[in-house]
């Protein structure tokens, strides 16, 4: 795992996505930094790095679309799953790398509380400190659930939109329930759409498609049968599937100051789910 570890960190250090990943982050914690705590003198940080979660639109796709789609595309692949090398010692060395590059600011912004000390900070620097640690959580489980994007395919632009419409999908499902759970018939839609991208998932994942198939048929006929025999049953059922995808509302307790051990605990789970299935994914490609 060192020497994939190693291996990657040079990669970064070496190539454009990393500094650029670093800059951009800096960039928008301290325009945020400025505007929320210096222009107005707000001694809480919390406002700062809330609202620097826009970061990730760009951070994860710039650093995790090449994690394994430039080794397939490269044709590199082969000779990294035929090292004396186990996969999870690949995939963790890859990853560790990911965190490592995004640890850099993150240890900048570690800075920021103390700067505000003057202006009253002291008081609020645990928060401030655990706004941060939790901002870092969920940026390790972006960090994993793109790499795990960036296993599926060989093409470099693929793997940055699928990034970036993960974060995005994730940032605008605090604001769907309402849409989903307006109505039982609104929520059946919801579970038939759920369906067909849970084919799409397997046939990415296997590349047959009649199970993919089948998956879409199955699912979606039993929601519809479960929706004839008990529509109520659809009730907050939607919200429930949502909630599991909804990163904002796990970093918007920390950002009013409520710390919660589940939450903090619901980005160590993302991160370890993301690992998990890209090393069932090359796994997959290894024996196919």
Same mark, same amino acid.
């Given at each position: 795992m060192r020497a994939i570890y190693k291996k990657e960190i040079k990669s970064y =250090?070496?190539?454009?996505?990393?500094?650029?990943?670093?800059a951009v982050m800096l960039l928008v914690v301290g325009y945020m930094f400025r505007y929320y705590n210096l222009s107005y003198g707000t001694a809480s940080l919390v406002y700062t790095v809330f609202n620097s979660n826009l970061i990730f639109y760009i951070v994860v796709?710039?650093?995790?679309m090449r994690t394994f789609t430039d080794e397939r595309r490269q044709k590199t692949d082969q000779l990294l799953l035929t090292a004396p090398v186990s996969l999870i010692d690949i995939v963790l060395g890859k990853y560790f790398a990911l965190i490592t590059v995004f640890a850099v600011p993150i240890l900048v912004m570690c800075i920021? !509380?103390?700067? /505000?000390? !003057?202006?009253?900070?002291?008081?609020?620097?645990?928060?401030?400190?655990?706004?941060? /640690?939790?901002?870092?959580?969920?940026?390790c489980a972006y960090l994993s659930c793109g790499m795990f994007i960036s296993s599926l395919t060989d093409n470099l632009i693929i793997s940055a939109?699928?990034?970036?419409?993960f974060v995005f999908a994730t940032m605008i499902i605090h604001n769907a329930?309402?849409?989903?759970s307006a109505s039982n018939f609104a929520s059946l839609i919801f579970f038939i759409v759920l369906a067909v991208? &849970?084919?799409? &998932?397997? +046939?990415?994942?296997?590349?047959? +498609?009649?199970?993919? &198939?089948?998956?879409?048929?199955?699912?979606?006929? =039993?929601?519809?049968a479960a929706f004839m025999v008990s529509p109520d049953w659809f009730g907050g059922k939607s919200e429930k599937i949502l909630s599991i995808f909804d990163f904002f509302s796990h970093f918007e307790s920390f950002a009013y100051g409520s710390f919660s051990i589940p939450d903090l605990l619901y980005f160590v789970s993302v991160s370890v789910a993301g690992v998990v299935l890209t090393i069932a994914r090359i796994q997959k490609r290894r024996w196919s």
């Amino acid at each position: 795992m060192r020497a994939i570890y190693k291996k990657e960190i040079k990669s970064y =250090a070496t190539s454009m996505s990393g500094p650029i990943a670093v800059a951009v982050m800096l960039l928008v914690v301290g325009y945020m930094f400025r505007y929320y705590n210096l222009s107005y003198g707000t001694a809480s940080l919390v406002y700062t790095v809330f609202n620097s979660n826009l970061i990730f639109y760009i951070v994860v796709p710039v650093l995790t679309m090449r994690t394994f789609t430039d080794e397939r595309r490269q044709k590199t692949d082969q000779l990294l799953l035929t090292a004396p090398v186990s996969l999870i010692d690949i995939v963790l060395g890859k990853y560790f790398a990911l965190i490592t590059v995004f640890a850099v600011p993150i240890l900048v912004m570690c800075i920021l !509380p103390l700067i /505000l000390i !003057p202006l009253g900070g002291g008081e609020m620097m645990g928060t401030a400190y655990l706004s941060i /640690l939790v901002f870092f959580a969920m940026g390790c489980a972006y960090l994993s659930c793109g790499m795990f994007i960036s296993s599926l395919t060989d093409n470099l632009i693929i793997s940055a939109i699928g990034g970036i419409l993960f974060v995005f999908a994730t940032m605008i499902i605090h604001n769907a329930y309402s849409m989903v759970s307006a109505s039982n018939f609104a929520s059946l839609i919801f579970f038939i759409v759920l369906a067909v991208l &849970l084919g799409i &998932l397997v +046939y990415v994942m296997t590349k047959f +498609y009649w199970a993919s &198939l089948g998956v879409i048929l199955v699912c979606a006929l =039993a929601a519809f049968a479960a929706f004839m025999v008990s529509p109520d049953w659809f009730g907050g059922k939607s919200e429930k599937i949502l909630s599991i995808f909804d990163f904002f509302s796990h970093f918007e307790s920390f950002a009013y100051g409520s710390f919660s051990i589940p939450d903090l605990l619901y980005f160590v789970s993302v991160s370890v789910a993301g690992v998990v299935l890209t090393i069932a994914r090359i796994q997959k490609r290894r024996w196919s």
